[in-house]
Each structure stands twice: as C-alpha cells, then as structure tokens.
C-alpha cells in the first residue's frame, strides 16, 4: 500500500526524537544481505541508502566497508548525519527527493532502504533503482512492523478509545506475515529483477509509558495532528498505559531481496 501522499517531509521535524527512538535493525539481517551479494562488500563498492532518516540502517553498512551515497528528503535529517557520520570519509549524503537524484546508470553495487521505500511511487523507485544499479547489483528493501501484544487485550482495547477520539478509523495491523513479505518482495520481478526473496526477524520490545509516547511523537500520522490536540491525545495513551504499567510490542522484521541480471 503506497504511503499516504504529504507526510514524507514531517520526520524532519522531529529529527532528535527520531534518532532516539526508532529502533536499528538486527544483526542477522545484514549477516543475510552480504551472503546474498555476489562478493562481500569491500573498501571500492559503492552503496546508495534511500531516505536515510537518521541512520538507524547506515553504520553496519559502512563498517562493512562500502562507500555510502545517502538521499534524504529533509534538510535537518540530512545536516543531522551528515554530523553523525562526519568521522567516516567514505560518506556522504544529498538532501533531495530520491526521484529527483541523478545517479548515472549502472554506477552502484547496493542500493538499499530501511522503512523509507514505500514513499515512492512504485513505477518510479523501482524503475531508477534497477537503472543506478551494475549488472549482478542488489537492492535490498526492509522495514520494522510492529504490533502490539496479544496477551493485553484490555490495554489494547482501552487505547482504542483514545484513538477513537483523535484518530477516527485508525486501528493497528496485525502481525506482519511471510505472505505479505513475498508479495512485496515479488514487485521487484515486474521490473526486471532476478533472484528474488525474502527472510524474516523477530524480536520484542517493552516501553514505559514515556518511552512510547516518544516513539509515537516520531510517526507521521501522529505528528501530522494539529495541535493541542496532538498533545491530549498524546496524554489520553500516557494514562492508559501509565495504567497498565508499559506496553509491549512485538516486530516483524522484513528483507526483500533483489538482483540486476548480469
């Protein structure tokens, strides 16, 4: 489902609240995308990370030692990793929409992107990555879904209310399936992509009342909401689940894998 148009551009507004609260992404998964490569990444190979937000996909990437081109939308997120990654000189980033970059043809052997793809129009993303990409290149495509915990249903019912006031017909998936993850990881097949998978990751996350009600400040459709009413809305979940004594999320972890023929 392609993301609501417009809200792109509101994670710039809370860059701090971003970097602390958004979560990395697991180890084995980057285990997986150097083992899908057809040589393991090496000082010379050159990266290309789409949306990079603040960086909570960038680092292991570096390490590995690639050189990484990041595209970002918003000017504060770019100055913030621009200063995050400044002790790395094989990184760089450009503060333009992705759609707007002119990366010349068959120029990277990565290009990736961590919850930030499905801001772009599918035509478009997938039809200038398999372009910036050599023959036997990868693009690699993964995100967090989380979803609350089975097993506090009346906390989950009770917030529910709270939504119900501020964000009417708003009501959390379930949990993110392995059928979902190959009908995503399949679109890349339409644009001429071979080698086409997916794998999955788990693991689970426990939050105060405050720790989540800062992880919430840093979600588009939440912080689209005009104030003050952002604000008592904000109060309404910190009560309930002040209440309940935390919350626990669970996530499902996905990466969809692709190639450029040779």
């Known amino acids: 489902m392609p993301a609501q148009p417009g809200l ?58 690639c050189t990484v081109a990041a595209v970002e939308l918003g000017d504060a997120m770019t100055a913030f990793v621009r200063q995050k990654f400044s002790d790395c000189p094989n990184f760089s980033c450009i503060n333009q929409p992705f759609e707007e970059t002119g990366f010349p043809p068959s120029s990277c052997d990565l290009v ?57 017909g708003s009501r959390p998936g379930g949990e993110y399936t392995a059928e979902q993850a190959m009908a995503r990881a399949e679109i890349a097949g339409k644009y001429g992509f071979c080698d086409i998978g997916y794998r999955l990751y788990h693991r689970t996350r426990m939050f105060s009342a405050d720790d989540y009600i800062a992880l919430l400040g840093t979600y588009s459709d939440h912080i689209a909401i005009p104030q003050p009413q952002r604000t008592q809305f904000f109060s309404g979940l910190y009560r309930v689940i002040s209440a309940f004594g935390g919350i626990t999320l669970f996530d499902t972890i996905d990466l969809q894998l692709a190639r450029k023929p040779l």
């Open 112 to 168: 990736y992107s961590a919850s930030a793809f499905h801001w772009i129009p599918e035509e478009i993303g997938y039809k200038k990555v398999f372009d910036m990409l050599r023959p036997g290149g990868v693009f690699a495509r993964f995100a967090n879904h989380p979803y609350y915990d089975p097993e506090q249903p009346e906390l989950f019912d009770a917030m529910q209310k709270v939504y119900a006031v501020y964000m009417p």
């Open 8 to 65: 792109a551009y509101t994670f710039n507004t809370a860059v701090d609240a971003y970097d602390r609260c958004r979560p990395t992404y697991p180890a084995e998964l980057y285990h997986d995308l150097f083992s899908y490569m057809s040589a393991p990444p090496a000082p010379g190979m050159t990266a290309v990370e789409i949306g990079i937000g603040t960086g909570q996909a960038t680092r292991p990437i570096l390490d590995a030692g």
